[in-house]
């Protein structure tokens, strides 16, 4: 299985890059540069 990392995956272009790999059968290990209640990173 192939991995990438994604620096920022909680929202905008870094959760679309994510969502797309993950789409694509990649392991997505991801980053959020601030914690935020409202924002947790989920890809399905």
Same mark, same amino acid.
């Given at each position: 299985?192939?991995?990438?990392? %994604?620096? @920022?995956?909680? =929202?905008? %272009? @870094?959760?679309?890059?994510? =969502?797309?790999? =993950?789409?694509?059968?990649? =392991?997505?290990? @991801?980053?959020?540069?601030?914690?935020?209640?409202?924002?947790? %990173?989920? %890809?399905?």
């Amino acid at each position: 299985m192939k991995t990438v990392l %994604i620096v @920022g995956a909680s =929202r905008g %272009i @870094g959760w679309e890059f994510a =969502r797309q790999y =993950r789409q694509a059968g990649w =392991r997505v290990p @991801g980053n959020e540069q601030e914690t935020h209640p409202w924002c947790s %990173i989920r %890809i399905t």
